[in-house]
């Protein structure tokens, strides 16, 4: 007799126990209001309070971007997987929309989220034609919003909410964040590290508010990924954003309300000519990951 051959999980399996009876008021963290399923990697990844499921971070190779981010790997484009010692990257805001005037930072939206343009650039005249600065008009936009990192930094030192470990993070962030800003005023570079240095004052500005504004303000977060039903849980107690993800055996009588392709956010993937050396390859959850690019950062950045 022929043996039977095993079923090949499909995305719309996740639906199979739909009809239990649950709605959404009643789901677990078990479960989900919306699932996907990645066939390359047999998981499925489950998500409670939100619309739509992200692809994870990959264990692809990381190197640096044409735009002077990290691609999927970077925390203030797209979400990570949850570690404690980075846990402020899952409350890191969103990029806003078009018209989105209900966002708490829609205001930053050309200086935060924006990517450098050769108008920008101000390239020298003299022999040295490749070097250049920063146009007074988009660095003005960046000395802003230092000044408002600043402001709410000075008034979180003297809080007694926050520990003392939280305020190391916020003196030695803002203290690199002032260092671009000035440096970016007078001292004249190659557009490549134009780039690279405006990607990281964005970077670090979304880093500070994410710890500064998060607990006085409800925006839209970056949220994180998990295969913790714990972290999950508290994730979703707190109002941020978590996909959990499973291997695909572990799906038994998990209740999914629908099914649907993960979203692949539009990120510059394209890498600058010549490459710069790969930071980091390896499991995308590790720490190591967001070690090894600080330090690429702060190698390139020198300071």
């Known amino acids: 007799m022929a043996m039977q051959q095993s079923h090949t999980f499909q995305l719309q399996d996740l639906l199979s126990n739909a009809g239990d009876g649950k709605d959404e008021e009643n789901l677990s963290v078990n479960d989900g209001h919306i699932g996907t399923y990645i066939e390359e990697h047999k998981i499925f990844i489950t998500m ?55 966002h708490l930072y829609c205001n930053w939206l050309d200086t935060i989220w924006y990517d450098v343009v050769d108008a920008d650039i101000i390239y020298s005249t003299g022999y040295l034609t490749h070097i250049s600065l920063l146009s007074w008009k988009v660095h003005s936009q960046f000395q802003c919003a230092y000044n408002y990192i600043d402001e709410c930094s000075s008034a979180a030192h003297s809080s007694k909410w926050f520990s003392e470990e939280f305020n190391v993070f916020l003196s030695i962030w803002c203290t690199c964040l002032k260092a671009l800003v000035n440096r970016m005023r007078s001292v004249m570079m190659d557009s490549m590290t134009i780039c690279v240095q405006v990607a990281a004052m964005q970077s670090y500005w979304l880093e500070l508010v994410a710890g500064l504004d998060y607990m006085e303000h409800y925006q839209p977060l970056m949220g994180t990924f998990t295969v913790n039903l714990d972290v999950a849980e508290q994730h979703i107690r707190a109002g941020i954003p978590v996909y959990l993800i499973r291997p695909v055996d572990q799906f038994s009588n998990q209740v999914i309300l629908k099914a649907e392709e993960p979203v692949v956010f539009p990120l510059n993937t394209s890498l600058p000519s010549p490459p710069f050396p790969v930071i980091y390859k390896g499991d995308p959850s590790h720490p190591q990951k967001f070690y090894a690019i600080h330090q690429f950062l702060q190698i390139f950045n020198t300071y």
């Open 48 to 102: 409670l309070n939100g619309s739509f499921i992200p692809c994870p971070p990959t264990v692809m190779e990381i190197l640096l971007h044409e735009d002077g981010h990290f691609g999927h790997h970077d925390p203030t484009c797209a979400p990570q997987f949850f570690n404690a010692k980075f846990c402020h990257f899952s409350v890191i805001p969103c990029h806003p929309g078009p018209k989105d005037d209900t």
